[in-house]
């Protein structure tokens, strides 16, 4: 591949994590600032504003990690892996924040850290510091998924949560 068509990849490979979850954000989670102050939240359970933030530096790293593994990995299962955890990330916003579906998010949480799980290791293979990157991610998806668990069962009764 000659070097500006490569330049231009991984500057799509860095973006995308990124503009994705904008995307996803802007589309999803529109109400989400108020839902989370009107539903119970389990214990441990961060501000509102803690969620942007910690996620843009993950979409970041994730950006990073990818880029870096893929340069440095011929192996299939580096972008498989790569882009099935963040097709489940972007999935969860939607079922959770947009249709309400928490009991499926619930579910697709735990489904989104083992993808998580399997891709830093993909990466690690590929290259450590890539898969060391992925730590984080994998943390926060690991709280994330204490969160749902304790949103669902908080606020199961209600009426506008599934």
């Known amino acids: 591949m000659n070097k500006p068509l490569k330049v231009i990849r991984n500057i799509v490979h860095l973006a995308t994590p990124t503009v994705g979850g904008m995307l996803i954000g802007r ?3 529109s109400n989400a600032r108020e839902d989370y102050h009107e539903e119970k939240n389990p214990p ?12 843009t530096g993950l979409y970041a790293a994730m950006g990073i990690a990818y880029t870096v593994a893929r340069n ?3 192996d299939k ?3 498989i892996s790569h882009y099935t955890q963040l097709g489940l990330n972007f999935l969860w916003s ?3 924040f947009r249709y309400k579906l928490r009991g499926t998010a619930l579910i697709e949480s735990y489904a989104l850290f083992a993808a998580v799980v399997v891709t830093a290791v993909n990466f ?8 060391l990157l992925m730590i984080p991610y994998a943390a926060w998806c690991a709280f994330a998924s204490y969160l ?5 069962i908080l606020n199961k009764d209600n009426d506008d949560v599934q």
């Open 77 to 79: 299962s580096v972008p």
């Open 124 to 131: 690690y293979k590929a290259d450590k510091v890539s898969g």
């Open 44 to 55: 441990l359970s961060p501000p509102g504003i803690t969620f942007p933030i910690v996620w």
């Open 72 to 74: 440095a990995s011929k």
């Open 27 to 29: 589309y999803a989670t």
């Open 148 to 152: 749902a668990t304790g949103s669902w």
């Open 94 to 96: 939607i079922l959770y």
